[in-house]
């Protein structure tokens, strides 16, 4: 119950934010508050049970896309699941079994009954949300997924900066073509070099060696989260150092992944390395409460 309060709570700032329309910075919210709920012991099973919601979810809306843009070929188990009567009939089923489940494990208390409810809350949880958001995303949004799964489905399109940023990565080499050097950067074949491709930029002029900088330095600054949180002794005070932890480790992966094309593009900045007063502003307000933590980690 406890759980469903807090992850209430997210909700609104998610909605009002994904109504932007920012996927981006909606989806930050998520891992924060897996890793909070974590630093806080939740039980394992819930934890679980969010990341293969999120992942089952993920799935199930990626995978028609990929199927008639890449594979251009219907199968019979994806047309199961994804035409309107047999989703429907499906999420309705599941439905049915959930309560059921949740009936049996109140009157006879047989553990086997909560895990038929685990799964049966998965499978409709994630059929639903995957049919919310064909519904939500928007014709760029669905296209930077086709584009993330094959770019080169679109060259000259939304595949565009996956391809520069990989061309931009790999042509610096070890050691990179020198400082404002960079090719792709100065000739203007990256779009968003400033903001969402910065880690392209540093790729393409200072190489292989500013590549791996960029790594050691948030390596760095993570490592101290978890120091601080394996020293710090007020709860509160572990539930912001995790909740920051992760809000930097998403962006960190996030923007680097997309630039390498292993993520899809989100539009969510590198901190501290990006063009943007509102990211440098949360990320440095997030660096002062830790240094204000570690600094009265020892008191009372």
Known sequence: RRLAVSFGIIILPVGLIFSQPDFGTALVFFPIFIMMVFAAGLDKRYILFIIIFAFSTISLTVLPLWEEYILKTPTDLLYLLYRPPYSLFLIAASACILGLSIWGLRSSKKKYYFWIAYAALLVAGSLSASVLAHRVLKEYQ?????????PSIDPKGSGWN??????????GGFVGKGFLQGTQSHYRYLP????DFIFSIIAEEWGFIGGFLVFALFFIILRRCLVLLR??????AIYIVAGIMAMILFHFMINVGMAMGIMPITGIPLFFLSYGGSSLWTVLISIGLLLGISARRYGA
């Open 231 to 236: 020293t710090v002794k007020d709860s509160y």
């Open 162 to 171: 996956i391809l520069q940023s990989l061309t931009a990565i790999g042509s």
């Open 142 to 150: 669905v296209m930077r997924l086709i584009v993330f799964l094959d």
């Open 192 to 195: 968003q070099q400033s903001t």
